[in-house]
């Protein structure tokens, strides 16, 4: 069975203070992993595709990697307007066709 | 270009009550999905379709039925609502094509249903 574990749960950080958000997981035929941002009452939004081990992206202050068993979204002198939950979610061959397998999501805080 | 939307953004239905939450995209996705997520549960896939006149069921499909007559809306029913089916409701589209296919997913800004 597919499972995406992120980590931590909730993170407050300084505005400036720069961290990394992680997203282990384990699946089947990896086709693609995906970082979305949701802010409350709406939708995720999308960020990143990631399909390979070593593939980098980034995106203002928001970079994603990923390793055969993790993933990591590094936030680079974050701002308040950056707190939000974000979520890692993976898709594989062999579930039901574009079945996207989520995370709890890591609930970030920047405080001014 | 509106992306994805969403109707009703809210709603409160009784129990045993039906009602369709209404989906539609203007990117000429071929895909389309519903899912709910729920406090601790995360986001579950409820139905998908590939194109018009094909879909299927997903993790949680029991309780509601899709259909898919146009490329552009995927609504969703639900038969005979049900305190469990409280929920906010989420649909997505994607292209079938590129290196993710059917997984790279824009997401509509959902509806909250409260069944009591």
């Known amino acids: 069975e597919d499972q995406v574990t992120q980590s931590p749960e909730a993170l407050r950080l300084q505005e400036g203070e720069s961290s990394s958000l992680n997203c282990s997981y384990t699946?089947?035929?990896?086709?693609?992993l995906f970082w979305y941002r949701q802010d409350p009452g709406k939708g995720p939004e999308f960020l990143f595709t990631?399909?390979?081990a070593g593939e980098e992206k980034e995106k203002e202050r928001l970079k994603a990697t990923l390793t055969k068993k993790e993933s990591f979204l590094h936030i680079t002198a974050p701002k308040p307007e950056d707190s939000a939950t974000y979520l890692c979610?993976?898709?594989?061959?062999?579930?039901?066709?574009?079945?996207?397998?989520f995370g709890q999501g890591t609930i970030l805080t920047v405080h001014p | 270009n509106a992306g994805v939307t969403q109707t009703p953004k809210f709603q409160v239905l009784k129990t045993g009550q039906s009602m369709t939450l209404q989906c539609a995209q203007d990117?000429?996705?071929?895909?389309m999905s519903w899912y709910r997520q729920d406090p601790g549960m995360g986001l579950r896939l409820i139905h998908y379709?590939?194109?018009?006149?094909?879909?299927d069921q997903g993790e949680v499909p029991n309780g509601y039925n899709v259909s898919r007559s146009t490329t552009e809306d995927f609504p969703l029913r639900l038969l005979s609502a049900a305190p469990s089916q409280t929920s906010v409701y989420f649909c997505?589209?994607?292209?079938?094509?590129?290196?993710?296919?059917?997984?790279?997913?824009?997401f509509g800004p959902g509806t909250r249903l409260t069944v009591t």
């Open positions: 997505a589209s994607s292209s079938l094509f590129g290196l993710a296919g059917s997984y790279e997913q824009y």
């Open positions: 979610a993976v898709g594989a061959g062999g579930t039901s066709y574009g079945k996207l397998t």
């Open positions: 990631l399909y390979s």
């Open positions: 990117m000429n996705h071929e895909y």
């Open positions: 699946v089947s035929g990896l086709r693609g």
């Open positions: 379709s590939v194109g018009a006149g094909i879909t």
